[in-house]
């Protein structure tokens, strides 16, 4: 994230059970079970990092492995699934593409509600994503003030530096949060990042009890963000970000409330465009 002067422009994360269940479930009336399988072994994946072994498939969704093999070379025949020297699967680089353009739509419905932000409280309002180990902006609604925060749309980042990715991780299972954990690189970007794993684990703690993450310059020195993960299905979260000068804690007493009221409004309108297409 960097400070913008002068550029108009836009720019800029359930336990892990779930799948497994679901994956040992019958198909739904009127659905494939096949591709809820498949489905669900992928979001299964993702769960474990984005890395995993058949063997730890078949103990965690109750499928048979032979199944599970037949599904997984599938995927890897379409580039959804990479195997890897050691002989464990990884997420493919096919599924980038589709959550590159996936991302994009989900900016452009949540964008209204990132402005409804930005009116509130003057700052740069953002929406990211956690996929796999990685936090990507998916939208940003830049702020009212000529010196305020951009972040391009589309730009990746460790979860362990930013306020969206720590909110993301909090709301996982603890265990699949250091999972997840495992597999990041903790890059020191300032003096104030966090780099061990047991105090990152105290951090997402504290997230936890408050409800809310807050980056501290702790992607870029002078910057500060504070975020809200949505309550849904979607690894998603809300933030707005400023300068430390301007983001006060009058400032982030105020934000957090509304953050909160616009993750929940996103949730139900995504609750109701489920609905309608039941």
Known sequence: ????????????????????????????????????????????????????????????????????????????????????SSREYALGPRLVRLGDTAGRLVG??????????????????????????QVVYVAQEPGRHSMRMFTEVGRRVSPHCTAVGKALLARMDPARA?????????????????????????????????????????????VRCVAVALGGPLPAAVSISGPTTRMTDALLDSAVPLLQAAADALVDEMARQDAATA
């Open 108 to 133: 452009v419905w949540a964008r209204p509600r990132l402005a409804e932000l930005v009116d509130a409280l003057g700052e740069s309002a953002n929406l990211a994503l956690l996929e796999g180990t």
């Open 1 to 84: 994230m960097r400070k913008n002067e002068s550029d108009p422009g836009s720019g800029s994360g359930s336990g892990s059970g779930t799948a497994a269940v679901n994956a040992a479930a019958p198909a739904r009336s009127g659905t494939v079970q096949a591709v809820e399988r498949a489905v669900d072994l992928l979001e299964a994946m993702a769960d474990a990092g984005g890395t995993v072994s058949l063997s730890h498939l078949a103990a965690t969704s109750g499928l048979p492995l032979p199944t599970i093999h037949r599904l997984v070379r599938t995927l890897a025949g379409r580039g959804y699934v990479r195997q890897q």
């Open 178 to 222: 250091r999972e997840v954990m495992r597999h990041t690189d903790l890059v020191a970007h300032t003096d104030n990042t966090i780099t061990d794993l047991d105090a990152f684990d105290a951090e997402l703690d504290r997230v936890r009890s408050a409800g809310y993450a807050v980056d501290e310059g702790e992607q870029e020195l002078g």
